[in-house]
């Protein structure tokens, strides 16, 4: 089965850091660009950032940039979402999801960010 | 940014009944290598999203072919031939032509 998995999320205070993580199963997740999309609570989807199957490029939504940083370890199968100096309207649910298409999606993590 | 506008917003369906959904872009979604990276997404209440159709008009694995898509440059559209209960959910289309990528605010379906 193609499934991915989300792990990490927390309750964490303004300015504070968290690292999610997105293990991958059922595909060559080397072959694969990868993308984290976040929902805030009652509202629609915004993507995150994404990164080359090789992690040689990599995007950011203006709104992280500086404070976000993707990545991967194709030999874990793993992606990362590294989130630095965290404020309230990063509290949201985090996906992570295969390809340039979105075609597979995890069940989230939820980050929450207050005091 | 490309702004992704969806509409209605809501659409109450008797079931049976077709649905449409219209997604407008600003911007032409016709990438440099040909291709129109336009998606749209189902998302349930309570669950993750769940791609549907792709590059306007491909529809996923496993996605029933009463989904259909059509369209082009700026103006697409998702319809559903027949509404059935499993259907209730919050759609999304998506762009991923241009960086960043971009979603439309979400058209609720419900059953009348």
């Known amino acids: 089965d193609v499934q991915l998995v989300e792990s990490g999320g927390d309750l964490v205070q303004p300015g504070g850091s968290l690292r999610l993580s997105c293990e991958a199963s059922g595909f060559n997740f080397s072959s694969f660009w990868m993308s984290w999309v976040r929902q805030a609570p009652g509202k629609g989807l915004e993507w995150v950032a994404n990164?080359?199957?090789?992690?040689?490029?990599?995007y950011h939504v203006d709104s992280v940039k500086g404070r976000f940083t993707i990545s991967r370890d194709n030999a874990k199968n793993s992606l990362y979402l590294q989130m630095n100096s965290l404020r309230a309207e990063d509290t949201a649910v985090y996906y992570c999801?295969?390809?340039?298409?979105?075609?597979?999606w995890g069940q989230g993590t939820v980050v929450t960010v207050s005091s | 940014d490309v702004l992704m506008t969806q509409t209605p917003l809501s659409s109450p369906v008797t079931l049976g009944q077709p649905a449409s959904i219209s997604c407008k872009s600003t911007?032409?979604?016709?990438?440099?290598?040909?291709?129109?990276?336009l998606s749209w997404l189902q998302q349930r209440p309570g669950q993750p999203p769940r791609l549907l159709i792709y590059?306007?008009?491909n529809r996923f694995s496993g996605v029933p072919d009463r989904f259909s898509g059509s369209g082009a440059g700026t103006d697409f559209t998702l319809k559903i031939s027949r509404v059935e209960a499993e259907d209730v959910a919050v759609y999304y289309c998506?762009?991923?032509?241009?960086?960043?990528?971009?979603f439309g605010g979400g058209t609720k379906v419900e059953i009348k």
């Open positions: 590059k306007i008009s």
């Open positions: 998506m762009q991923g032509t241009h960086y960043p990528v971009t």
């Open positions: 990164i080359k199957n090789d992690g040689s490029q990599k």
């Open positions: 911007h032409s979604l016709v990438h440099s290598d040909g291709n129109t990276y």
């Open positions: 999801a295969r390809g340039v298409t979105l075609d597979i």
